[in-house]
């Protein structure tokens, strides 16, 4: 793992907080004004642990099709899982958002594989951000731990 730079600070990220819920979310918005954004909580009730799916209770909401590697995300809410692993982390976007439910591969829309680095200070909680890097991509943060994961939506 390598050591990364605190990406956020030159980047835009657009984030709000519901505090009667502690529900966290963010955005990105596509330069067309279409939009992703993710709902989430900070305080995770489940450890990640390596090679395993790990659910910390993510909701990505899809306003224009997207990519996801080279899977297509259509319009709609899906769960983001995640699989943490020593070098690698996959993310996996699912139609199952029903709360409580167990990770079903058998609804798995996208997978991709994240990009991954140690990050300078470790956080307690979880920690979502988008950065729009162009006109048609938005990249998802995942900070957790020690952690930084990175994904790259694209618009289609």
Not at 16 to 41: E, G, H, M, R
């Amino acid at each position: 793992m390598r050591t990364l730079p605190l990406l956020l600070a030159g980047l835009l990220v657009l984030g709000a907080q519901s505090p009667a819920q502690d529900t966290l979310s963010t955005y990105c918005n596509f330069d067309d004004d279409n939009q992703v954004s993710i709902q989430y909580k900070a305080a995770v009730k489940e450890q990640p642990r390596n090679g395993r799916v790990w659910s910390p209770g993510i909701t990505l909401f899809v306003q224009t099709p997207l990519m996801l590697g080279r899977s297509e995300i259509g319009l709609g809410a899906y769960s983001v899982h995640l699989i943490p692993d020593k070098k690698n982390w996959t993310i996996i976007v699912n139609r199952d958002v029903s709360p409580g439910t167990s990770y079903n591969p058998s609804q798995d829309v996208a997978k991709g594989e994240m990009e991954v680095g140690e990050i300078p200070e470790p956080t307690k909680n979880l920690q979502l951000s988008f950065a729009h890097m162009s006109p048609k991509e938005c990249s998802l943060r995942v900070y957790y731990q020690k952690t930084g994961a990175f994904a790259d939506f694209k618009e289609k």
